[in-house]
């Protein structure tokens, strides 16, 4: 199913609600957990490569469950020239900018679509999700693949790295 298709049929299920810090959702076994995931999706070799620099792979091949909002190559890309670079340098900024992609428990996108509301992050902060176009994170991160399960929780993948405020 096309990712229009989904939202569409998804946002028909899902009556909209005002802002609200949004659920989890009850686990769901699957096999091979997010760092397997990342590991095995090309597009992610580079939060793969910070994971590892941040010492975050033991906790997200944990029991979890973890909802993982994952940046692609090309979201660190677009990141101004030497930033990347300065977080790799920097453990504990890079530690707090991959624990904001994190947030315990599942959020499916059809807990997402269809609400404003916020998502709590590991990291303490919480990220701003309008699902009433799609789904876009604080403003201006669209989930583009939503919904990709692991053993231990789910992976959005984003079109931009989240910063926390």
């Known amino acids: ?9 998804s946002a028909m299920g899902v009556a909209a609600a005002a802002t609200l810090t ?9 096999s091979g957990t997010i760092v397997d995931i990342a590991a095995a ?12 620099a941040a010492g975050l ?3 997200l091949s944990g ?11 090309a979201a660190f890309a677009a990141l101004p020239h030497g930033v990347l670079d300065g977080l790799l340098a920097d453990i504990p900024a890079l ?15 059809s807990s997402l679509v269809g609400v404003r509301g916020r998502v709590p992050t590991v990291q303490g902060g919480f990220i701003n999700v309008d699902g009433t176009h799609g789904v876009r994170l604080n403003r201006s991160i669209e ?3 939503p919904d990709v399960t692991a053993s231990n ?4 993948i984003i079109d931009g790295v989240l910063i926390p405020h």
């Open 1 to 9: 199913m096309d990712r229009r298709k989904f939202l569409t049929t």
């Open 22 to 30: 949004l659920p989890a959702m009850p686990a769901r076994a699957q």
């Open 41 to 52: 999706t090309p597009d992610l070799s580079t939060l793969v490569t910070a994971v590892g």
């Open 57 to 59: 792979v033991d906790t």
């Open 63 to 73: 029991p979890g469950p973890f909802t993982v909002f994952a940046p692609t190559n």
């Open 95 to 109: 530690t707090n900018v991959l624990t904001y992609h994190v947030a315990s428990g599942l959020y499916p996108a």
């Open 143 to 145: 989930v583009t693949t």
């Open 153 to 156: 929780g789910i992976v959005h």
